[in-house]
């Protein structure tokens, strides 16, 4: 880095860490984008300068559900080892919120003095990303529809992923879900240093596959797959009649692992964490006591204590995503643990402004649970809608559910605790932007 860029990083810097001070001061959020946003006009290069300065290697977290939880997780296990971390833990996964994150950790030269950048990022950005620097490890977790009107379909993702892997140095590790047959064939193609992990609990499988599948096609001759079985949407035991594509044989499988967050969906990113954390060299009891010991990220199954119930709540933001909630609290429901539900849908530009998603989920399967079910948020109606037409499929029994749509946000969220017994739980279902707003409300500060 010669004087000039030595100056010019300090200045942007010192710009970002007021702009982070002031934004706080006056209570407008936890400044996880402006500063990157500011200082990246003042260095256009400075998220390379400071990625090359991490000791050890940036690590990317990349797919479509599950990079908050997978990220934290694995930034917990390598912080119990005595390891400094620098992590968008906001969930700010765009170029600006990275370079946020990773300004937090400087000095007011521009310094960084941290062992690993453990970064979730966006899959849209990916491409652009691996542009300005090499990380030493990748990470995907999955691809599933989400947000059309800004990614388009899995397989335009897929092959966008590829073009902009494959140039990567021979000693990049790529871990990948060999349960889904997108990225399981993606891995198959690389010539980096791959690694896979999956599940292996065939009593996990579902009785069907869910109308929410994206991908059960072969990806190298389009023959429809064979399933042994399905643990949910497209991730499962499976095979090409037509041709010789099948399952990447996982390093990691899940029978022995431990896990403390509800649904299937986290058993896979407990998996990814631990697989990446053993690349690194950390033992297996240490991996296991950090896994034991892991607390949810913000809105990802986070449990909170409000006016003496339990209140859990469960970001679904695609119909992959609202199908394995609807799952998990239909499996808690069989335990007795849940009585009131309160689903919020948003369609603002963090949550994709098409709506038409919610047609793709079972949410006959949540009417079933009985219960009072209290519906919110900016797209309240449709979601009303949605759940009107699934109880309607019920022709025997009307009235499975109290149905009841309240507009005003803050009010659905207190009918919805009023109609929670003391000490009982109540599961949220919000979108992105929706769950920040239930947050504020229930915490009383801002996270974005």
Known sequence: MNQVDRVRLGLAVVVAKTVTSIVRWLNLGAASVLPGAIARRLHSNLLFLLCEQVKQGVIL????????????????????????????????????????????????????????A????????????????????????????????????????????????????????????????????LGQQLLQRVRYFGLSEPDLYLQEIPHAVDSIYCPRCGATLNYKGVYLSHLGDFSCPSCNFTKSKPALSSKVWPQILVGVYNKYNTLAAGLVAQELGIKIEHIFNSIRDFRAAFGRSEELSIEGRNVRILLSKNPVGMN??????????????????????????????????????????????????????DRVYDMALRLQY???????????????????????IQTALDLTPLNGTLNIIPTYSAMLEIRGILTGRRIL
């Open 61 to 116: 977290i990349i797919g479509t559900n599950g990079k908050t939880t997978t990220s934290l997780l694995l930034r917990t296990i390598l912080e119990n080892q005595g390891l400094k971390v620098a992590h968008n833990e906001t969930g700010a996964n765009l170029i600006n919120g990275l370079s946020t994150a990773l300004l937090k950790n400087t000095n007011l030269l521009g310094r960084l003095t941290v062992d690993y």
């Open 118 to 185: 453990v970064l979730e990022v966006d899959e849209n950005i990916v491409s652009l990303l691996l542009k300005e620097f090499q990380p030493r490890i990748i990470v995907g977790l999955n691809l599933f529809r989400d947000q059309l009107d800004r990614y388009g379909e899995v397989d335009l993702i897929s092959q966008r992923w590829l073009t902009a892997l494959a140039p990567l140095p021979p000693n990049t590790t790529v871990v990948l879900n060999a349960d889904d047959p997108t990225l399981s064939y």
């Open 324 to 377: 394995e909630t609807i799952r998990t609290v239909n499996e808690l429901k069989v335990k007795g643990q849940v009585s009131t539900t309160l689903i919020a849908l948003n369609d603002r530009i963090p949550d994709g402004t098409d709506v038409s998603w919610i047609w793709d989920v079972d949410t006959e399967k949540l009417i079933n649970l009985g219960g009072n079910l209290i519906i919110s948020g």
């Open 390 to 412: 699934s109880q309607e499929t019920f022709t025997n029994r009307q009235n499975l559910v109290d149905l009841i749509v309240e507009e005003n946000l803050k009010v659905a």
